[in-house]
């Protein structure tokens, strides 16, 4: 009787500390050559790591994928073939060993011109952003670089209209005094000297 109730109270503990398989697992980010698997652990759970299995369907090799030290709930799945059904199981892992593993996860890589075709528009959007700041920028350098010019072209010729104003009434002095001094003087007498011979 004693041996039926301490394997009945083992059998009770080690239930309890026993995780419950990841729940929620599901695929984001999903390209041609990659993906991005996600998962919910319930609440409570001891969990120190996770462990990722991952396999072509109806091929028997498996990708195993496991860190621990981490509280993250995704992980990343990389060099996948497009165009190819793949499925995944997630473990939860905690100090005294891994989870049953979660209800397996199909899904199956794009097309690679379907993934080019059918780009993100948040990266279109992006990139749509990031060229017109450009756009931008250069007009502005154009506009500013063109004021520029046109402030150096018009105080330019301010300076020179300064300068042929001022010289203005200098020049007509001058003419006045050249025309003064081409004509012939004339004496009181009413003629011409004449030297005597």
């Given at each position: 009787?004693?041996?039926?109730q ?17 729940v ?11 993906a ?25 090799m498996?990708?195993f994928?496991?860190?621990?030290n981490?509280?993250?709930r995704?992980?990343a799945?990389w060099d996948?073939e497009?165009?190819t ?10 100090i ?6 979660s ?9 690679e011109?379907?993934t080019q075709?059918s780009?993100?528009k948040d990266?279109?959007t ?6 017109n700041a ?9 506009i500013?670089v063109?004021l520029?010019?046109?402030?150096g072209?018009?105080?330019l ?5 300064d300068i ?11 003419k006045?005094?050249n025309?003064?001094?081409?004509s ?14």
């Amino acid at each position: 009787h004693m041996i039926l109730q301490k394997s009945f109270i083992i059998l009770i503990l080690s239930k309890t500390d026993s995780l419950v398989a990841p729940v929620n697992v599901s695929i984001r980010d999903l390209k041609g050559s990659s993906a991005v698997v996600t998962w919910d652990i319930p609440d409570g759970e001891p969990v120190i790591g996770f462990a990722i299995t991952q396999q072509k369907k109806d091929v028997r090799m498996l990708r195993f994928i496991q860190e621990v030290n981490t509280t993250t709930r995704s992980c990343a799945l990389w060099d996948l073939e497009a165009d190819t059904d793949y499925i995944v199981h997630v473990q939860s892992i905690s100090i005294s060993g891994p989870s049953p593993l979660s209800e397996p996860l199909q899904f199956k890589t794009p097309k690679e011109a379907e993934t080019q075709a059918s780009k993100s528009k948040d990266e279109v959007t992006m990139e749509e952003v990031g060229q017109n700041a450009q756009l931008r920028a250069a007009e502005l350098i154009i506009i500013v670089v063109v004021l520029i010019m046109w402030a150096g072209v018009i105080a330019l010729f301010c300076r020179q209209y300064d300068i042929i104003k001022d010289n203005e009434p200098n020049n007509n002095k001058d003419k006045a005094k050249n025309s003064s001094e081409c004509s012939t003087p004339e004496h009181p007498s009413g003629g011409l000297l004449r030297s005597k011979v």
